[in-house]
């Protein structure tokens, strides 16, 4: 039975396509992983249609280049994805009707290519370099970026380029960070978040220091791959999958960063168990990393005892 607090909050518009599903997602209080000091709040980014942070920027970057021609009606779309950015683009790509081509390095979980596929998506599985399954590394993204170009000029197709197109800092800068701002009341005094693009970090922490310029923003790496804080890349693989590709993304803003927090793949294993079994919310390894790096800048006391900290739950556990 529907209770009428419940109803009440049923909202009364009708999303017009899976599209309409995209952004204002909610903000959770992980007050039972994080009991304190200060609060440690989250944005269930997981909850979109394609599962992930990525489907904002796959469909700024298809409105963008319809809206200028860039890509024509039922034109095909090509990408390299770690399966993420592939499952927003299959999402738009299927309400939008564009065929869709993903290469995919072979070492993404296979759950990724299965949903791909599922969405209709045609995948291109992309032998490993120096990668293992489930640990990629930046050649092997390298290396699916190679076949994206390459199936891009042999169908003529759109290559969407996640790590230059613009339109990805852009859309985190002009929803994601206002949503968050909104959201806690403009009460923030972190931001935490791990890098793939950096368009989800730069584009909210560029929001948020336009509205407070003292919030202080910190991005997360794997422990052993920490390019942004200025370290050799020791240990290219880890299980971050979808970020710390050991390399400085094209985009990134070294003035929006206050420090570079690391986690190991050991912390991010056991924060996403925790997530899962206390907080109910069964989530990627970003998404732990993330948290784990939140909690630990909390209680470092850099910050003042009841400060509040926000990061991105980037994708579900499904994807795993
Ligand atoms: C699981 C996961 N977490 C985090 C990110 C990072 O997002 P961004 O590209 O906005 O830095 C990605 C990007 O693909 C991802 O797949």
């Known amino acids: 039975m529907i ?12 999303a017009a396509s899976a599209l309409d599903l995209i952004g204002r997602t909610p903000l959770i ?5 994080h ?22 920027a796959a469909r700024a970057i298809l409105r963008a280049a319809r809206a200028d021609g860039r890509l024509a009606p039922a ?64 050649a092997d993204v390298a290396a699916a970026a190679e076949a994206a ?9 759109f290559y969407v380029d996640q790590f230059h197109a613009p339109e990805g800092v852009a859309i985190h800068r002009d929803t994601t960070g206002p949503e968050i701002w909104a959201q806690c009341g403009g009460r923030i005094e ?21 509205r407070n310029p003292h919030v202080l923003c910190a991005a997360v790496e794997p422990e052993g791959c920490r390019p942004l804080a200025g370290e050799p890349v020791a240990k290219p693989r ?12 094209p985009h990134w803003d070294p003035g929006l960063m206050d420090l570079a927090l690391a986690v190991s793949d050991d ?13 109910g919310l069964h989530v990627g390894y970003s998404a732990a990393a993330n948290v784990c790096a939140a909690a630990s800048l909390l209680a470092s006391g850099r910050l003042p005892a009841d400060a509040i900290a926000v990061t991105v739950l980037c994708d579900t556990g499904l994807k795993y």
């Not at 209080?29 to 992983?33: E, G, N, Q, S």
């Not at 980014?45 to 942070?53: N, T």
């Not at 880890?238 to 993304?249: R, W």
């Open 35 to 56: 009991p304190g000091p200060g609060r440690l709040l989250a944005k269930a980014e997981f909850m979109q249609p394609g599962g992930s942070v990525k489907d904002r």
């Open 149 to 157: 170009r390459h199936a891009a000029r042999q169908r003529g197709g």
């Open 75 to 138: 034109a095909p779309v090509v990408e390299m994805s770690s399966g993420n950015m592939g499952a927003g683009l299959a999402v738009a790509c299927a309400t939008l009707g564009h065929p869709l081509v993903v290469t995919l390095s072979a070492g993404n979980s296979p759950q990724r290519a299965r949903m791909l596929e599922a969405l209709g998506a045609e995948v291109v599985l992309v032998k490993q370099v120096d990668g293992v399954p489930g640990q990629v590394t930046g």
């Open 29 to 33: 209080a992980l007050d039972r992983v």
């Open 3 to 14: 209770t009428r607090a419940e109803s009440a909050t049923v909202p009364s518009i009708i």
């Open 190 to 210: 972190a931001w935490v978040a791990s890098v793939g693009t950096g368009a989800t970090f730069l584009g909210v922490a560029a929001a948020l220091r336009a």
């Open 267 to 279: 912390e991010a294993a056991h924060w996403r168990r925790l997530l899962a079994t206390r907080e």
């Open 238 to 249: 880890h299980v971050l999958q979808g970020t710390g590709y050991g390399s400085v993304p």
